[in-house]
């Protein structure tokens, strides 16, 4: 009798664990869609809430870009392995192998993130050449959340032929940089401009890092589909 009562226990502690789990994943849900339409739709307010608001690196990373993140990923796997790219002039399409596809996947969401971090670093470090603070955290905030309408636009790579669509949605991922620089690194507004230029030039380099090492290590192809 004893041991079916701890089975029970047991068997409604794990349903508790699941329900509980399942509305947590729910409310992050809702909070990462919050946090999209804020940012895309109203940065400068938005900006505001998020120099406000508690973090740290697991935070940021795993509640918010390594989700987004997943956007471009899985959209380019789709795009370039069922629907593929037309070859102009001499006809057909052409597909990537699944192989390949998986490889440029798993190692462009990884590099991709690591990207990230790598250019929040870059934003620290800067800071006080712009008369700014530095702030780890708050340099991490505005690269992860200033790369929220590349990962939103990679859903465009389902239909590879639209992935150049994605420079609308770098350029403005770059006006929201420059929004966020003020609030999050203290820096005088007018200091932003040469700021900006400054991260901008660093991530295209350590984009273009990344993208030789994915096409040594996988063999080459697509390799900058809104990753960076």
């Known amino acids: 009798m004893s041991l079916n009562l701890d089975v029970l226990r047991l068997c409604h502690e794990q349903r508790f664990v699941r329900t509980q789990h399942r509305g947590y994943l729910k409310m992050d849900l809702a909070k990462i869609i919050e946090r ?17 608001e508690p973090a740290d690196v697991m ?4 509640g918010y870009a390594a989700i987004l993140a997943v956007i471009p990923a899985v959209c380019g796997l789709i795009g370039s392995t069922l629907i593929g790219v037309s070859i102009p002039f001499v006809g057909g399409t052409y ?19 690591a990207v990230i971090y790598a250019v929040s670093l870059v934003v620290n470090a800067l800071a006080p ?29 389902l239909v590879p032929v639209l992935g150049v669509l994605g420079i609308i949605a770098g350029l403005y991922g770059l006006y929201l940089l420059y929004l966020g ?3 999050l690194m203290k820096n005088p507004q007018d200091k932003s401009i040469g700021y900006t230029a400054l991260i901008v030039v660093c991530y295209i380099v350590l984009a273009l890092i990344v993208a030789s090492i994915l096409g040594a290590v996988a063999g080459g192809g697509a390799l900058m589909r809104g990753r960076f």
């Open 36 to 52: 999209v339409k804020g940012i895309i739709l109203s940065p400068k307010t938005e900006w505001e809430k998020i120099a406000a």
């Open 59 to 62: 935070s940021l990373f795993t």
């Open 95 to 113: 597909r990537t192998p699944i192989g390949s596809a998986l490889a440029h996947m798993v190692l462009g969401y990884v590099f991709g993130l």
């Open 129 to 157: 050449t712009f008369n700014g603070e530095k702030n780890p955290i708050a340099a991490l905030k505005v690269i992860v959340y200033s790369s929220t309408p590349m990962w939103v636009a990679g859903v465009l790579s």
């Open 181 to 183: 620089l003020t609030p």
